[in-house]
């Protein structure tokens, strides 16, 4: 009951967002991926419909179900992730990145299962990568894009590394947290990193850290032209 009470901060926005990781496959039975849960993705998707979005979420594999009224594009790779989101991001309001996307995928990936003994002379197998696309810094760089949101999960200097990703991807916010903290766990500790400075949010759960993550863009959002 407690969803439809929640204001209708985002009526009629499109909200299109990324969770989870990415995975990035070795051979058809292994992968490289990033630690994520979704669950921070997932309830910014819930809390973004809540407040009456058109919400589409772009979800790497994670032991979620869509929350009420979502969107949900299942993809593997960021690769699939990128083009999945530019598909339909010139036609968002928002964009927000909360995906742990991988950032190197394996070059030389092997389309029959690597046997154990099959690599080089030591038996072991050699990788080569290279980078992935950065989906959040694209959708940034689009002429008359979405007002995007950033998440950085940093493990030290989360202030110093927050507003410099805020920066170098040229978006108007960032939220940042410290990785060890929100790992899998059910809480989570946001701060806002925007043009003003830092903006500590309280501890909560994260259907109410984001709620309030909602307000927060809500309260920022420039009016959008015709
Ligand atoms: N991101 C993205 N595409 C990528 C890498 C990151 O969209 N290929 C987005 C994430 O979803 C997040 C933000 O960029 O919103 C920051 O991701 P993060 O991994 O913290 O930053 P990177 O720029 O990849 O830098 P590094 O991993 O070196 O800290
Ligand atoms: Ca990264």
Redesign the pocket.
Known sequence: LAAFFQPKLLAGKRVLL?AGPTAEPIDPVRVITNRSSGKTGYALARAAAEAGAHVTLVSGPTALTAPRGVRRVGVQT?RQMHEAVLAVAPLADVFI???A?A?WRVVNASTQKIKKQGGNASGLPTLSFEA?????ADVAALPDGPWCV????ETENLAE?AEA?RRS?GIDLLVGNLAQDVMDADTTALQLFDAQGVHPMPAADKLTAARRLVAEIAARLPPRGP
Do not use: C
């Open positions: 990324t960021a990145a909360v995906a996307v950032d992935n696309p950065d989906i959040l950033g998440f950085a999960a590394h990703k991807k």
